[in-house]
């Protein structure tokens, strides 16, 4: 370095700098379960406001209760609004309810989805197919448009929306039977719809990035929820002794990725979408 040079002076780089949620404002759909509990938990004990929004107003208002506690020391909070995702109407009721709570919005995690199993030969069109897509991709991209006012607002490029949405390791793998599918049935429908999730994400990342938003997916493997409880009931065994960590998902987990996602730390992460699965997707791989 020249003599006259003057030194490199480094920003804050710690932790709190870094992963700080304080005062940020957050919509997670199917927030009261699974995998949008532990994460609305994360973000709630980490300073940020938090609504929750699912269709069970009981399940909210009990979740939110028990998350705001968490956030006593930190300031967060967690509200309860209740809400149907799937279908374009439902998206658009719930961005008007967010729209006249709040005026901007700094983070949405699509989360909410569901799977169908049920024979090959018998799959049905509506409840296999239709209610599937349109909740797990649909829902991801109308609920992101009808907040999309609220996630620019206030934003730049060291400072944006952070959009999640929740695919899952479905997205790459095409096992539609398995140890979370009954016995002779299949979600084939699950898995076209999780890669679709997948790629309305970088669809999304190459459209908003100019607008300060953006756009990650998380493709988590085994996490306790309503849709793997079936799974985890009868195969719990069979489950962890496939994944090289030998354990499932837990909220430590997918909580630490999607405070990535949603922090300073991410900022510059967009059209992404992150394994979260204890390494089973490669085991995999590597026994073909």
Known sequence: ??????????????????????????????????????????????GAKVYIASRKLADLERVAAQLSQLGKDSGGQCLPIQADVGTKAGCDTLAAEIKKREQRLDILVNNSGLTWGAPMADFPEASGWDKVFALNVKSQFYLTVGVLDLLKSGKDNLNPASVINIASTAAISPQAEGSLSAKGHGTYSYQPSKAASLHLTRVLASSLARDHVIVNAICPGVFPSRMTAFGLENNRDVLESGQPTGRVGTPEDIGGLALYFASRAGAHCTGTGIVIDGGASIAFSAKL
Do not use: H, W
């Open 1 to 46: 370095m020249p003599k006259d040079a003057a030194p490199e002076v480094m920003p804050e780089l710690g932790v709190d700098a870094l992963f700080n949620l304080r005062g940020k404002v957050a919509l997670v759909t199917g927030g009261a379960t699974g995998i949008g509990k532990m994460i609305a938990a994360t973000y709630v004990r980490n």
